[in-house]
């Protein structure tokens, strides 16, 4: 049984930082690509960042140079590092797992076979 639990998420303001990580169980982890996504009150969940097996990773236009993603293999975890943070960052945020994504697909959400239940981010001005 696969599954994926989100944690870190809160409160914070504006400029602030929070650390968001994924816990995964059930697969195994060191092959998949996860993927971190958000939904914003109001609007479709949109992609945020992924890291691949081989730890090349990929970010939203919106958040490049302020969140950073990482992955420890040892403990079946992806970090989402977020900096900088401003109002528009909050949503609930929901990482994502699947083994056999091919890198034109990996900000695509329907690509995904495994999801997280998701954390909430605020962040006030």
């Known amino acids: 049984q696969v599954q994926l639990v989100e944690s870190g998420g809160g409160s914070v303001q504006a400029g602030g930082s929070l650390r968001l990580s994924c816990g995964a169980s059930g697969i195994t982890f060191s092959r998949y690509t996860i993927g971190w996504f958000r939904q914003k009150p109001g609007k479709e969940r949109e992609f945020v960042a992924a890291?691949?097996?081989?730890?090349?990773?990929y970010y939203a236009d919106s958040v490049k140079g302020r969140f950073t993603i990482s992955r420890d293999n040892a403990k079946n975890t992806v970090f989402l590092q977020m900096n900088s943070l401003e109002p528009d960052d909050t949503a609930v945020y929901y990482c994502?797992?699947?083994?056999?994504?091919?890198?034109?697909?990996?900000?695509?959400?329907?690509?995904?076979?495994?999801w997280g239940q998701g954390t909430q981010v605020t962040v006030s001005s």
């Open positions: 994502a797992a699947d083994a056999g994504i091919i890198l034109s697909s990996i900000r695509f959400q329907a690509q995904y076979d495994y």
């Open positions: 890291i691949r097996h081989n730890r090349a990773t």
